[in-house]
């Protein structure tokens, strides 16, 4: 009796082919960050509920709780609410655990690179899931942390972009006290209703928006001014006079408006164009304080962000000290969902295998190891041919892999040879001293334009 496999939404597995292009990204990101001075930490998978709820958006409806199916009837924690635990739905809660319970053997300011699964109980869709990788940064200081970080964090993803096939990309900035200011001076008290309300801009629209905003209370005036600072873009500094214009003053409004333009100064004087000032952009997520950032794909703008971050001063506090920070994240199932679902970036081969030694007989085994020890101390990836058989069934076998080389072992003592399965050209070689074209040595990734 068979039993179905059903496919499980929102949890996705890449074929090898996939594979291929996450590893390659995986790896360009993990350099590039270490470049730029990161080191790596890992969390464990789980945190406290009672830590994980009320950290902003609607994480308490998107929390996977965690607990055994059969546990002791002694277990006194089994039934503790205080006690129960769920799967993170970021890495910047667990990282600013991670910060509290070891100040004391970090070195600040401290610099992070942080990649792995997190889990979020939403409805799967287009470029939404339940499991997905994150790839994040944060840099974090004791009781201050300097401005000039905030420029830093987009500036280092557009270094992991440059090195990536992905297309024309822009990253939004915006700062979280202009919208507050603006809309405190405005007389609007609930500034997180309303953010979060503005946040959702681009998926229902203005008249959506206006129809939330007078719901929550707000005066027409309100609502139109505040749809024309959301309307407000710029890749320079200009933004801030024409927020200025609108006529609303507020000391926090005055604050947000000269860290961003430090913020776009920075990023004009390093990449320019890289940056826009977006005054929609306000991250669902209460505890950004400060400076946020989201990334579109240029061309697949409904798409939404595929990277955002921002600053927050008092996520991670004991009550004695607090340590604020500023990171940014790129969603990598996110991104690779569109990309490679979309078939617009694709690996040259699905197998790391550069070269395949077949087999005359399966005597011949032994000699076919030697082979292959040889090349992979060279760092050529090689793999021995799984059985013996006709040649030229071992080349197809090569060739419905796109592995480019298979390697013929001498008979009689000839020398053995390499032939190129591609262009059929065949030449005699030596397992210490031959090398494949560069290009050819591991699987390289290639954009389709569509």
């Known amino acids: 009796m068979s039993t179905k496999i059903a496919p499980l939404s929102g949890f996705p597995e890449w074929l090898p082919a996939e594979r291929v292009v996450e590893q390659a990204f995986l790896d360009v990101i993990r350099e590039t960050f270490e470049l730029h001075g990161f080191v790596s930490v890992e969390t464990r998978a789980v945190e406290p509920v009672s830590r994980l709820l009320g950290k902003g958006g609607d994480a308490d409806k998107e929390i996977y709780g965690v607990h055994r199916l059969a546990a002791d009837a002694d277990d006194k924690d089994a039934d503790d609410p205080d006690k129960a635990l769920g799967l993170h739905f970021d890495l910047t809660v667990p990282f600013a655990r991670y910060v509290l319970e070891n100040a004391g053997r970090l070195t600040f300011p401290f610099r992070r690179y942080q990649i792995q699964k997190v889990w979020r109980g939403e409805r799967p869709q287009e470029g939404r899931f339940r499991e997905f990788t994150q790839c994040d940064i944060d840099i974090v200081d004791v009781g201050e942390l300097a401005a000039h970080h905030e420029a830093e964090m987009p500036l280092v993803i557009a270094d992991v972009f440059s090195r990536l096939p992905i297309g024309d990309y822009r990253i939004q900035v915006n700062n979280r006290k202009i919208p507050e ?66 006529g609303v003053c507020h000391p926090t409004l005055d604050e947000g408006l000269a860290e961003l ?116 101390s060279r760092g050529i990836p090689t793999e021995i041919a799984p059985s013996a058989a006709k040649f030229g069934k071992q080349i197809r076998f090569a060739d419905r892999r796109s592995i480019p080389f298979v390697w013929f072992l001498g008979a009689d003592g000839a020398p053995d040879s390499v032939k190129d399965i591609r262009s059929g050209e065949q030449v005699e070689a030596s397992s210490d001293t031959w090398v494949p074209p560069a290009e050819d040595l591991h699987p390289t990734l290639q954009r389709v334009e569509a």
Do not use: N, W
């Not at 977006?278 to 240029?298: I, M």
């Open 181 to 246: 200011g603006f809309y405190l001076g405005l007389g609007l008290t609930d500034v997180v209703g309303t953010l979060r309300i503005v946040d959702k801009l681009d998926k229902i629209g203005p008249e959506g928006v206006t129809e939330l905003l007078a719901a929550a209370g707000a005066t027409d005036e309100q609502i139109s001014q505040c749809l024309r600072l959301a309307e407000i873009s710029s890749q320079d500094t200009s933004f801030a006079d024409r927020v200025r214009a609108l």
């Open 261 to 376: 333009t430090a913020v776009m100064e920075a990023a004009i004087a390093e990449r320019p164009g890289v940056l826009v000032a977006d005054l929609r952009v306000a991250r669902g997520l209460d505890y950004y304080t400060g400076t946020v950032y989201e990334t579109q794909l240029v061309g697949h703008e409904a798409y939404g962000s595929i990277c955002s971050g921002g600053r927050y001063d008092a996520l991670a506090s004991d009550g004695r000290t607090t340590y604020p920070g500023v990171g940014i994240s790129i969603g990598l199932s996110r991104l690779l969902a569109k990309l490679v679902a979309g078939g617009l970036v694709t690996a040259t081969r699905p197998t790391p295998t550069c070269v395949v030694v077949a087999l005359g007989v399966e005597e011949d085994r032994p000699r076919a190891r030697a082979v292959a020890a040889e090349l992979r």
